[in-house]
């Protein structure tokens, strides 16, 4: 997870930089499986090589033991065209998705927190939480998902697993006890509706939003972005494309376009200002970009070939 958050450092300084030729996703929306089909190319001049992933959204298949998120990346040599790797798509979106929150705690967050939040205990779950525990020595993290059962499980689970970062992970009962205390926050849900009360986080919390893709999809509170001092994204573009959790308090006259920070690949690169004060509550919004996939595989596919790892074909 660190070489992963490495990783998505460089692609949004890249991103920001202009340096990527990044087209929008597309997506396919199947109401029939209440699922999303989505595309999405990347393109890094300065790393000679392109990439597509497929990532097919699918919230049901939680119920059916399978991943919420199956996909696949195709790697591309920038020199010649020939497609250098198939990586399981998953893999890659686990851990740049997770990557992404780890970039913005480590940038925005404080550096004296100790307590985490997670709501959320999906396909994308344990990257996430993985990924906060590696910007900061946390004492406890709460988690919580709607289903009390699935709770407990991935608490007891991910404690177990995790438990070389010294942090204890809990079950909350609510949204309420997970976020009050809560110095950084990560909901990664399919939401429709709101998934935390804004008005419960604590001053000088950074929360970041991963799983609103979709124009009707919210989990984000709007009161949150009513209180934050900042608001970043991984791209404004591509939130502004799809994001409900943006859109929607937008279209509501909530907040405002001046109320937008900026890119964090802005921030990475000194262009605009991080965190200033202890007490400013900071949202980081991600929906995620094809940059992340390039650069997170380029280094998965150089560590494969080091190590002799992976099938080769000809």
Known sequence: MKDAIAADKLAFRLFSDGKTDVP?????????QNGTFLFMPAYAPDLDAAALKIINI?????????????????????????VNALLDGATVTQLRTGAASGVALDVLGRKDAKRGALIGTGGQAAAQLEAMLCVRELETVLVYDQNSERTRAFAEKM?????????????????????????????VTPATSPVFDGSKV????????????????????????????????????????????????????????????????????????????????????TVGIGAQDLVTAQKIYERAREAKIGTEWS
């Open 24 to 32: 929008l996703r597309t997506q396919i929306v199947s109401e029939k």
């Open 159 to 187: 404690d177990q697993e995790l438990k070389r970062y010294g942090t204890k992970i809990l079950p909350a009962k609510t949204s309420d006890e997970a976020i009050s205390e809560a110095d950084l926050i990560i909901t």
């Open 58 to 82: 699918f919230p049901n298949n939680i119920d059916k033991g399978l991943s919420s998120a199956p996909a696949q990346v195709l790697l591309v040599d920038g020199k010649t065209g020939y």
């Open 202 to 285: 604590k001053a000088g919390a950074t929360v970041s939003c991963v799983g609103s893709y979709q124009p009707h999809m919210q989990e984000m509170d709007p009161v949150i972005l009513e209180r934050s001092a900042k608001i970043y994204f991984d791209s404004q573009e591509a939130v502004l494309s799809e994001a409900g959790d943006i859109l929607i308090p937008l279209e509501e006259g909530r907040i405002t376009k001046k109320d937008f920070t900026g890119d964090i690949g802005d921030v990475l690169a000194g262009n605009i200002v991080g965190r200033e004060q202890a007490d400013e509550i900071i949202v980081f919004k």
